[in-house]
């Protein structure tokens, strides 16, 4: 879970998005995508894939630590 919160701050930033606008394109709560960020709580591979596909990441990349 380290990495994938890792990769997907990093990418939010690097597209200079805010938590709670990726929230909303995501579909998921702000609360649920900072927990993600700070690598808190077990979020389900639904929400996970929801997040990572808006940033245009791919989920099975980062989590094979490929990214």
């Known amino acids: 879970m380290n990495e994938i919160g890792k990769a997907i701050k990093t990418r939010r930033k690097m597209l200079n998005i805010t938590q709670r606008t990726l929230a909303e394109l995501a579909g998921v709560s702000i609360n649920t995508l900072t927990k993600i960020e700070r690598e808190e709580g077990n979020p389900s591979l639904d929400v996970l894939e ?16 490929k990214l």
Do not use: H, Q, S, W
């Open 50 to 65: 929801k997040v990572m596909e808006t940033l245009g990441l791919d989920i099975k990349i980062v989590v094979k630590g």
